[in-house]
């Protein structure tokens, strides 16, 4: 009888009553809320069910979404690093915006800069060995600057170039020493220099090709220069061309730590075109572990593992 549904939806609703009065006093459910209303210290809510009768029930909040860049685990790959640029220039039509931070996203202590001075040593100084190396991180923020007693007598400072003289080989490191530390800076990062081999051979070392980026062979940096692609370009012309402003000059030398942050400069001109095509040149296979072990830097000292050819240079 209406009656007794009545009776029966008033008995719900005392019952009901008596739960929030109880939430209230727990402080659970606002004071103030109405039928249906949402605590925020709880997230709780009452939905009104389909047959009339009201029930509570504990909706857990939702967790953010993560971004695209949280796929990125700390020991990511330089070919997944790659990659990822790959997806970022796909995805929200490649705003400019999000061209600009990319590199942010892809954690910048992935890279570093380097830039090394030679003196020549040797039979009338025709060798070129390691005086001064600077390295640089992805701000150009200087993290290494020594200078270094070569293995062999200088017979050439050449100081109209590397800048270096007497008085800086006071107190400079020696080579095995300075060698152990660059090359424990240098290892599992993606290590940017201009005509990079040269330094690579005064360290005698080799960096792996997927991790090396040197201006010197960038084709969209010419490209945007103006240059012929297959042209020698030097540091110096790039940094005019591209960044205005000139570096190497006067009397005094080159400064290590002026090319390293130029170079550091140039590649971050042109970062997200360069990893892009890097990316698409990549072969279709699984990102390699950083920690190579055909990587180890303390192979590279041994004798055994330098090419012939370098070899007979003296180096």
């Given at each position: 009888?209406?009656?007794?549904?009545?009776?029966?939806?008033?008995?719900k609703?005392?019952?009901?009553?008596?739960?929030?009065?109880?939430?209230?006093?727990?402080?659970l459910l606002?004071?103030?809320?109405?039928?249906?209303?949402?605590?925020?210290?709880a997230?709780?809510?009452?939905?009104?069910e389909?047959?009339?009768?009201?029930?509570?029930?504990?909706?857990?909040?939702?967790?953010?979404?993560?971004?695209?860049?949280?796929?990125?685990?700390?020991?990511?790959?330089?070919?997944?690093?790659?990659?990822?640029?790959?997806?970022?220039?796909?995805q929200?039509?490649?705003?400019?915006?999000?061209?600009?931070?990319?590199?942010?996203?892809l954690?910048?202590g992935?890279?570093v800069?380097?830039?090394?001075?030679?003196v020549?040593t040797?039979p009338?100084?025709?060798?070129?060995?390691?005086?001064r190396?600077s390295v640089v991180?992805?701000e150009?923020?200087?993290?290494?600057?020594?200078?270094?007693?070569?293995?062999?007598?200088?017979?050439?400072y050449?100081?109209?170039?590397?800048?270096?003289?007497?008085?800086?080989?006071?107190?400079?490191?020696?080579?095995?020493?300075?060698q152990?530390?660059?090359?424990?800076?240098?290892?599992d990062?993606?290590?940017?220099?201009?005509?990079?081999?040269n330094?690579?051979?005064?360290?005698?070392y080799?960096?792996?090709?997927d991790?090396?980026?040197?201006?010197s062979?960038?084709?969209?940096l010419?490209k945007?220069?103006?240059l012929p692609?297959?042209?020698?370009v030097?540091?110096?012309n790039?940094?005019?061309?591209?960044?205005?402003?000139k570096?190497?000059?006067?009397?005094?030398?080159?400064?290590?730590?002026?090319?390293?942050?130029?170079?550091?400069?140039?590649?971050r001109?042109?970062e997200?075109?360069w990893?892009k095509?890097?990316a698409?040149?990549?072969?279709?296979r699984?990102?390699?572990?950083?920690?190579?072990?055909?990587?180890?830097?303390?192979?590279y000292l041994?004798?055994?593992y330098?090419?012939?050819?370098?070899?007979?240079?003296?180096?």
């Open positions: 009888s209406p009656q007794g549904r009545s009776k029966k939806r008033s008995r609703h005392q019952r009901f009553m008596e739960r929030r009065a109880l939430l209230e006093q727990k402080g606002s004071p103030r809320g109405r039928l249906g209303s949402q605590s925020p210290e997230g709780l809510e009452a939905p009104i389909a047959h009339g009768t009201e029930a509570l029930r504990c909706d857990k909040v939702p967790k953010p979404k993560r971004a695209v860049s949280a796929s990125l685990s700390p020991s990511a790959s330089p070919d997944s690093i790659a990659r990822h640029h790959s997806v970022l220039l796909t929200g039509n490649g705003s400019s915006k999000r061209v600009r931070t990319s590199s942010l996203v954690r910048p992935k890279y800069a380097i830039d090394c001075e030679m020549g040797g009338q100084g025709r060798l070129s060995e390691l005086a190396c991180n992805y150009g923020d200087v993290i290494y600057d020594k200078y270094v007693q070569p293995e062999l007598p200088i017979v050439d050449r100081t109209r170039w590397s800048g270096i003289t007497k008085q800086h080989m006071k107190n400079a490191i020696p080579f095995k020493t300075a152990a530390e660059i090359l424990k800076i240098l290892k990062k993606i290590v940017v220099g201009h005509a990079i081999h330094d690579f051979q005064a360290l005698k080799f960096h792996p090709k991790r090396t980026r040197d201006t062979q960038s084709p969209a010419k945007r220069a103006g692609i297959r042209a020698n030097s540091l110096k790039l940094a005019r061309h591209l960044l205005h402003k570096i190497q000059v006067g009397c005094k030398g080159h400064s290590s730590v002026e090319d390293a942050q130029t170079a550091m400069e140039l590649y001109l042109v997200v075109q990893e095509e890097l698409h040149s990549l072969p279709p699984p990102p390699s572990p950083v920690t190579d072990p055909t990587a180890d830097s303390s192979q041994d004798d055994q330098w090419p012939t050819d370098l070899m007979a240079s003296g180096l």
